[in-house]
């Protein structure tokens, strides 16, 4: 049986298989396919030799070997010598993970066949706007709008004059015509023809309308002596230009930035097996180190001891107490930016126990506790390698923003993150913060100015989320400006 149609299928099957085929980027035939195959695997009973076997599956290889597409471009196929390219472009955008499915217009077939172009895609090819085999639920509406992208390659002046024009009398310019997709379009005619007044009306109004267009190139002409511009632009060009929309590139506004970032609590040995610490989890510095990363930066994180992952392409650097994270610190420089979101203990035993501290008749051992250094301070004060940004965290349980304006005073730093860290909050471990940015210019809008400090108070975001906007405030103060160069 080489194909198979249902009529008469109840209107709730039919928004079913069309959601189910959506979710899987497959044709609603397809999916019945699918199904149909599910169902006969899952019989108790053996097919008999009179039943049918389940249909080979036709998923792209991608989807087979285990490398599921992370795109779907529906390709429009145009009727000139150029449609050679589109088999050659099939495979370069299947290298790069781009599902393809394929139309060709009654035009393209002449120059190539829906038999081969079916073999490079494994998908069906459509050809028909009246096909009953997809029509029965505007199939064309489908091939419009189950993409990412459309690409017409190669798109003749018949094409570009149909696209501009909002003709719809095929299913090749129906689709163009219901598609709410980005198009990207390589256009191949004789140069004539392409520097014809009506076709650069045509190309005028369609880049008015959003039309990508890649080419033409210049180059020998299919016909013999002709040559000029009109050539469609190469497949492998065509590729890049579709994954470049596809998959835009992320912005990375702190390129070339070192950035140093401290994360997590220290432990301040008592003995070989007790110690002082904080609840401290380490993941908003974690957070932030992950954003500064991806917006470009080299970021390098020194960590206290945290369950954590390290984030990817991250440097990090592990330590236990508050001496060994100032000379990572240290070793570190210079930097263009070094945020202090570690929770350092303000206290260490003075003279650490060779051995467990045993309980007496005497009662608790005297402790003596002496100061650890303040890195902030340290840094923030520093002459020579002083980072042109420093930004401190300010964990309070009272008094926030009194407390976190006399800390950015008192340290010297630029910037100070204030959150309120009591109980309640759950902040100290949780994956949620509320922060309020301390800084001595004035701040963004929202910010209430006070003397020479302004505060911008921020919402209630996820860990993530405080991180990626404490990343873009950065990346708007440091533009431009870099540390200066070891004399």
Known sequence: MASLTIRKLDEGIKTYLRLRSAKNRRSVEEEVRVILGELIEGREEPLTPFAAPPAASTAPTSQRSGAPPEASVTLIIGGGIAAYKSL??????????????????????????????SALSHERVHTDLFDPQSEFDAGHIRLARECDLIVVAPATADLMAKMANGHAD?????????????????PAMNPLMWNNAATRRNVAQLQRDGVVLIGPNSGEMAE???????????????????????????????????????AGPTHEPIDPVRYIANRSSGKQGFAIAAAAQAAGAEVILVSGPVDLRDPQGVTVKHVESARQMLEQVQAALPADIAIFAAAVADWRVANEGEQKLKKTSAGMPPLQLVENPDILATISKLTGERPPLVIGFAAETEHLIDNAKSKLARKGCDWIVANDVSPATGVMGGDRNTVHLISRKDGEKNSEKDGEIAVDSWPVMTKEQVAIELVAHIAKSVTGKSREPAS
């Open 88 to 117: 050659d472009l099939i495979r370069r955008l299947k290298e790069r993970r781009i599902e393809v499915r394929c139309v060709l217009t009654t035009a393209a077939q002449q120059f190539v066949t829906p038999l081969a172009v």
């Open 170 to 186: 095929d299913l090749a310019s129906a689709i163009l015509l219901a598609t709410n997709r980005k198009v990207l379009v390589a």
């Open 224 to 262: 013999a002596g002709e040559a000029g511009i009109g050539r469609m632009s190469e497949a492998i060009e065509i590729a890049t230009a579709a994954e470049r929309l596809l998959r835009p590139p992320v912005p990375r506004p702190l390129a070339g930035k070192r950035v140093l970032i401290t």
